[in-house]
């Protein structure tokens, strides 16, 4: 486990670089990318799809912007991610903007290490309920392996509920 000391040239991306200078503990878990989704990298890696966190580019407004994480195993809800952002309309962003954005290419992005700073985070709460997490390090088939709380703390998230509820099944 990288405690965020000594050399990490050998095993660098921004978002690893990016947990090394918030002195965040992590894991680097590489697997081979052989096609996109949180499923695969589960399966892949061997961890649980709901401890494997996808991060979403989602569009807020008119150049507006944020990310969402969520259980692999889950799906977003996006009007209850624009209540949590207090803004009208939540759609995802096309795949060239989330690229843009982050700096990072679909099957890869990471929340650590934007291209563009400051994007609002969503965490869900239920991310928050394992004692660990695998979430995306910036390149395709590599992951870390984090505490959800040092996510959370990391990029200022709020977490709430932005998964749907039950009754809209």
Excluded: C
């Excluded at 000594?6 to 200078?21: D, E, N, W």
């Excluded at 992590?26 to 966190?53: C, D, I, M, N, Q």
């Amino acid at each position: 486990r990288h405690l965020g000391r000594g050399p990490i040239a050998a095993m660098s991306t921004r978002a690893i670089r990016y947990l090394h200078q918030q002195r965040i503990a992590f894991e680097k878990v590489e697997y081979e990318h052989l096609e996109k989704g949180a499923e695969f990298a589960a399966l892949a890696t061997g961890s649980p799809l709901e401890r494997t966190v996808k991060t979403l580019v989602v569009a807020i407004g008119p150049k507006r912007f944020a990310l969402a994480l969520v259980t692999g195993d889950r799906e977003l809800d996006l009007k209850r991610l624009a209540r949590a952002l207090g803004v009208k309309k939540a759609e995802m962003a096309d795949p060239e903007a989330a690229e843009r954005l982050t700096g990072y290419h679909v099957g890869g992005i990471s929340p650590f290490g934007l291209r563009q700073a400051n994007l609002p985070v969503v965490m869900d709460e239920a991310v928050l309920a394992a004692p660990e997490i695998l979430i995306n390090a910036g390149q395709r088939g590599t992951m870390l392996r984090v505490a959800p709380r040092d996510v959370r703390a990391a990029l200022n998230a709020l977490d709430k509920s932005i998964y749907p509820s039950p009754d809209s099944w």
